[in-house]
């Protein structure tokens, strides 16, 4: 590559979020096409526990959430490589969800001793790729730490946008929602409780929302990291290159 004259454009964290963005809005329908089902039943669950506990609906809503990373995941891998997602949709969410209780699990233990999450956050962040689009017999831990490692990636940039967007998202769907219905339609007490410091349904709502962001965000930053380590967009630019001569 050095011999080609191919020089790989340097890219801080606020680029891989542009990255994200840019990818998600070229494969936005079938992203929708995915997601949205997804996302459409983690809300209902979501709710249904809203109703017992809100914080449980919360997390429930959070959870579940995560699967819309995979077809999120799928689609732009696609786009990036130029080739079909490999397998199906189905296996890639159990994968997806294998990755998430190894992750959960690895957050919880490193609970006991705080700077142990950043860590975590390092070597975690970029698994359910590997999990997704490399699909590696064995060693996935090692790889996803091998990703995170490569020069000029951005691991813990891209894990502090990732509970950014879920923070944002949750604050912004309360504040919207409640001043949307609260304010504009005077209905105070409408999938709210005015009264109790607890989340709301908008609350729900808003992280949800955001999923789809995250999981475009992590993947870029994922593709970042490789291109580091693999030169990996200028193997894709090329072989798009030779197949029909028009895709760069």
Known sequence: MMEGGVALRPRDTGGIVDLGVVLLRAEFRRVA?????????????????????????????????????????????????????????????????????????????????????????????FLPEVAILERPGSGMLARGSAVSEAPGAHPLGVAAWLWGADIFGFVAGELCGRAIVGDLLMVTELFANPDAFEPSVYGLLGVLAVQPFRAAVRFAGYLDARTRAESLDVFFAMRAASGDGVRR
């Open 33 to 125: 096409r995915g997601a949205l089902p997804l996302l459409a039943v983690a809300f209902l669950l979501g709710a249904l526990a809203w109703k017992e506990d809100a914080w449980l609906g919360l997390g429930l809503a959070w959870l579940l959430g995560r699967a819309a990373h995979v077809p999120v995941t799928r689609a732009l891998g696609a786009r990036a490589s130029g080739a079909p997602a490999q397998g199906g949709l189905v296996g890639d969410l159990g994968r997806g969800t294998l990755v998430g209780l190894l992750v959960a699990l690895g957050y919880t233990l490193a609970a006991c001793f705080f700077p142990v999450v950043f860590w975590v956050a390092w070597r975690s962040v």
